[in-house]
């Protein structure tokens, strides 16, 4: 399975993708794609006691409780990945909870700038890029083939250098 990069990236120049996302755009994308509800930050305010969570950075909060977020959060976990009980939440410029690759991913795609200057091909960050904006839905083609065997070569443990949990095996989805 062969990931056409060159196929993504001109795709992609036929679309406004913005780099990094405003948070406007992150909330319009994570109420419409994945049905969150934007919470009071307060309903995490345990997290001000863990120092690894920079819960004094956070600036919004979602949860996910609608089934069909829940769906499209749990595309990219095998069997082995899912565990109960299904909540997830994501306190922006703080942590997550729940595991959920799709939601990792996303925020990778929401958060980061690369300069125009490196949005080439060849610059493997922005390559990287391509693959998790396809991942993630941002890309989409008509009729497409190739996006259920991307998906299911990452179940399998094939990850992304840049976007999402690392495995640590150096198994990578797109070389």
């Known amino acids: 399975?062969?990931?056409?990069?060159?196929?993504?990236?001109?795709?992609?120049?036929?679309?406004?993708?913005?780099?990094?996302?405003?948070?406007?755009?992150?909330?319009?994308?994570?109420?419409?794609?994945?049905?969150?509800?934007?919470?009071d930050l307060s309903l995490f305010s345990d997290l001000s006691?863990?120092?690894?969570?920079?819960?004094?950075?956070?600036?919004a909060a979602y949860v996910f409780k609608d089934q069909r977020g829940i769906v499209e959060l749990l595309k990219l976990?095998?069997?082995?990945?899912?565990?109960?009980?299904?909540?997830f939440a994501w306190i922006i410029n703080s942590t997550i909870r729940g595991f959920s690759h799709?939601?990792?991913?996303?925020?990778?795609?929401?958060q980061?700038?690369?300069p125009k200057e490196e949005m080439?091909?060849?610059n493997l960050l922005f390559e990287e890029y391509l693959v998790a904006l396809y991942l993630t839905g941002h890309i989409q083609f008509e009729d497409d083939l190739l996006i259920d065997k991307v998906i299911a070569r990452y179940k399998?443990?094939?990850?992304?250098?840049?976007?999402?949990?690392?495995?640590g095996d150096d198994t990578y989805l797109y070389n």
């Open 120 to 122: 080439v091909l060849g």
């Open 49 to 59: 006691n863990d120092p690894d969570a920079e819960f004094d950075q956070a600036i």
């Open 112 to 114: 980061l700038e690369i």
């Open 156 to 167: 399998e443990g094939y990850r992304l250098r840049y976007f999402g949990n690392q495995n």
């Open 1 to 39: 399975m062969e990931i056409d990069i060159r196929k993504l990236y001109e795709k992609y120049l036929t679309l406004d993708i913005p780099s990094p996302f405003s948070l406007e755009q992150i909330h319009d994308r994570l109420i419409k794609k994945y049905y969150a509800e934007q919470v």
């Open 77 to 87: 976990n095998n069997e082995e990945e899912i565990y109960e009980p299904l909540e």
């Open 102 to 110: 799709m939601l990792c991913v996303e925020i990778g795609v929401l």
